[in-house]
């Protein structure tokens, strides 16, 4: 059993062991929040009760890691960040740090040996393919991640009580410049849909631009989270619900930990794979959400579930029963690398800018936060981001743009009329003028008459200034 105790404004989780030679001992670990405690409290407790508890007692780079991956990594990533994670690790950490002391890492050594990783082959992970043509470095984007990973792993052993800071937050990473992404606009989109003639890569089309989605989240839509009845599109309320993505996933992973996060296995479609394709849990809490659809999409889902139901009725008992959306012929999953290939297809076919499929998730961001006038939070919504300030970091070009229309909307407002008021606001002390005039019984022709004279117009709103003034 372990137990929390506050000292210090820390949070501190004490528990007993038992050391090599058999002797009782107490190990105290600190937090910064009473929440981190408690969920390590936790971790403590179950490691303890199904037997496979180990004590945090790293003296090297190596141990640190297996006791991060084992720990931490276990309980906190997805299978294909602990794929990603402990690649890193077994590439470039283990083999140039995994000897050090922890006592001998430094800002200055993490510097060193975040230079020497830039000239450095890069080793292909899984999934990537082979390099032929040249032996590339590892890039500035892989150090980034491998400088994350390092900084997560040290964070950990000053919680444990392994280090007393940590080399990583006060190291300096090289500079990385990430490539911007293309993305079609709305000419081209619509362009590209009239042009395509695959009815699934069309649907794609409309789901990714329409619904703001990442490629794993479409292909995993499943019929029970698609509201697309008759009343629902009436009254404009037709919706998805993402509730799960679609991803290929290494089963080394899935094993070490143990299917979380796992929905659906489906089956093996070769011998021997180290992979496996399967519906997952989404990436965060928020990535679970509702769209909205708009009609015209609503009624493509309702005529493709009409020929897809044909389909399932000439089929039978072949057709596989996993109520996919997007699916193939034969009701299986529908890979994310046939989906790109097709797209490419239609782009060298066509001639259209060459764009990535994920390029439909920003163009719909964009277009939504320009026809919405920068509501990000609705936008937030619908693209599932865990954070606005992601929406803002990423489109705040968009955002610029009505910047500069305010810009211009003061400079035709008050700078060309060198500081008159606004047309909107004289119109309407025209009108409440009229509508005191007619009150008085006025002639509305003789009014009119007077309205077209601007020097009568002034003296009207001097004399009507003054007596509201009196």
Same mark, same amino acid.
């Given at each position: 059993m372990a137990s929390v105790i506050s000292r210090n404004d820390k949070f501190c989780v004490v528990y007993s062991?038992?050391?090599?030679?058999?002797?009782?001992?107490?190990?105290?670990?600190t937090f910064k929040t009473l929440g981190e405690a408690?969920?390590?409290?936790?971790?403590?407790?179950?490691?303890q009760q199904v037997g496979n508890f180990v004590i945090p007692n790293c003296t090297t780079v190596s141990e640190l890691m297996k006791e991060y991956v084992s720990l931490y990594g276990k309980t906190k990533w997805s299978p294909s960040v602990y794929s990603s994670n402990t690649?890193?690790?077994?590439?470039?950490?283990?083999?140039?740090?995994?000897?050090?002391k922890l006592a001998e890492v430094t800002s200055h050594t993490l510097e060193r040996y975040y230079q020497k990783l830039l000239t450095t082959p890069a080793v292909p992970m899984i999934c990537v393919k082979k390099y032929t043509n040249e032996t590339r470095t590892v890039t500035t984007a892989t150090v980034r991640k491998i400088h994350n990973v390092l900084r997560s792993a040290f964070t950990q052993a000053m919680k444990w009580d392994l280090i007393e800071k940590n080399p990583a937050a006060y190291a300096t990473v090289p500079k990385h410049e990430a490539k911007e992404r293309e993305i079609w606009d709305a000419q081209t989109i619509f362009k590209a849909i009239e042009l395509c003639k695959d009815p699934r890569l069309k649907l794609c089309l409309n789901l990714a631009f329409s619904c703001t989605l990442r490629i794993g989240e479409l292909l995993a839509l499943t019929w029970d989270c698609v509201d697309i009845s008759d009343e629902s599109i009436q009254a404009g309320k037709a919706s998805i619900s993402i509730t799960k993505e679609l991803q290929r996933v290494s089963k080394k992973a899935m094993k070490a930990l143990d299917s979380k996060d796992i929905i659906t296995v489906f089956p093996d479609q070769g011998?021997?794979?180290?992979?496996?394709?399967v519906l997952k849990a989404p990436k965060t809490p928020t990535s679970i959400r509702k769209v909205f659809l708009p009609k015209t999409v609503a009624?493509?889902?309702?005529?493709?579930?009409?020929? *897809?139901? @044909?389909?399932?009725?000439?089929?039978?008992?072949e057709y596989a029963a996993f109520n996919l959306v997007i699916a193939t012929p034969v009701g299986l999953p529908c890979e994310s690398a046939q989906i790109r290939k097709a797209l490419k297809n239609l782009i060298e076919e066509n001639n259209l800018p060459p764009v990535v499929f994920h390029s439909l998730r920003h163009s719909s961001i964009t277009y939504k936060l320009k026809l919405n006038q920068g509501d990000i939070k609705s936008v937030q919504g619908d693209s599932g981001h865990a954070q606005a300030s992601m929406v803002t970091d990423q489109y705040s070009h968009i955002l610029d743009e009505n910047r500069q229309e305010n810009a211009k909307l003061l400079e035709k407002a008050f700078y060309n009329g060198r500081g008159a008021e606004p047309e909107a606001e004289v119109k309407r002390k025209q009108i409440a003028m009229v509508?005191?005039?007619?009150?008085?019984?006025?002639?509305?022709? *003789?009014? @009119?008459?007077?309205?077209s004279n601007p020097d009568m117009v002034k003296m009207l709103q001097m004399l009507a200034g003054s007596g509201a003034a009196t």
């Amino acid at each position: 059993m372990a137990s929390v105790i506050s000292r210090n404004d820390k949070f501190c989780v004490v528990y007993s062991y038992f050391d090599k030679d058999g002797k009782r001992r107490q190990k105290w670990e600190t937090f910064k929040t009473l929440g981190e405690a408690n969920t390590r409290k936790i971790e403590i407790e179950y490691s303890q009760q199904v037997g496979n508890f180990v004590i945090p007692n790293c003296t090297t780079v190596s141990e640190l890691m297996k006791e991060y991956v084992s720990l931490y990594g276990k309980t906190k990533w997805s299978p294909s960040v602990y794929s990603s994670n402990t690649g890193l690790i077994n590439h470039y950490i283990e083999p140039y740090l995994g000897k050090l002391k922890l006592a001998e890492v430094t800002s200055h050594t993490l510097e060193r040996y975040y230079q020497k990783l830039l000239t450095t082959p890069a080793v292909p992970m899984i999934c990537v393919k082979k390099y032929t043509n040249e032996t590339r470095t590892v890039t500035t984007a892989t150090v980034r991640k491998i400088h994350n990973v390092l900084r997560s792993a040290f964070t950990q052993a000053m919680k444990w009580d392994l280090i007393e800071k940590n080399p990583a937050a006060y190291a300096t990473v090289p500079k990385h410049e990430a490539k911007e992404r293309e993305i079609w606009d709305a000419q081209t989109i619509f362009k590209a849909i009239e042009l395509c003639k695959d009815p699934r890569l069309k649907l794609c089309l409309n789901l990714a631009f329409s619904c703001t989605l990442r490629i794993g989240e479409l292909l995993a839509l499943t019929w029970d989270c698609v509201d697309i009845s008759d009343e629902s599109i009436q009254a404009g309320k037709a919706s998805i619900s993402i509730t799960k993505e679609l991803q290929r996933v290494s089963k080394k992973a899935m094993k070490a930990l143990d299917s979380k996060d796992i929905i659906t296995v489906f089956p093996d479609q070769g011998l021997h794979n180290r992979t496996a394709l399967v519906l997952k849990a989404p990436k965060t809490p928020t990535s679970i959400r509702k769209v909205f659809l708009p009609k015209t999409v609503a009624e493509m889902l309702v005529a493709w579930k009409m020929e *897809q139901d @044909a389909a399932i009725e000439a089929i039978g008992n072949e057709y596989a029963a996993f109520n996919l959306v997007i699916a193939t012929p034969v009701g299986l999953p529908c890979e994310s690398a046939q989906i790109r290939k097709a797209l490419k297809n239609l782009i060298e076919e066509n001639n259209l800018p060459p764009v990535v499929f994920h390029s439909l998730r920003h163009s719909s961001i964009t277009y939504k936060l320009k026809l919405n006038q920068g509501d990000i939070k609705s936008v937030q919504g619908d693209s599932g981001h865990a954070q606005a300030s992601m929406v803002t970091d990423q489109y705040s070009h968009i955002l610029d743009e009505n910047r500069q229309e305010n810009a211009k909307l003061l400079e035709k407002a008050f700078y060309n009329g060198r500081g008159a008021e606004p047309e909107a606001e004289v119109k309407r002390k025209q009108i409440a003028m009229v509508d005191q005039m007619n009150a008085m019984g006025f002639d509305p022709l *003789q009014l @009119a008459k007077v309205l077209s004279n601007p020097d009568m117009v002034k003296m009207l709103q001097m004399l009507a200034g003054s007596g509201a003034a009196t």
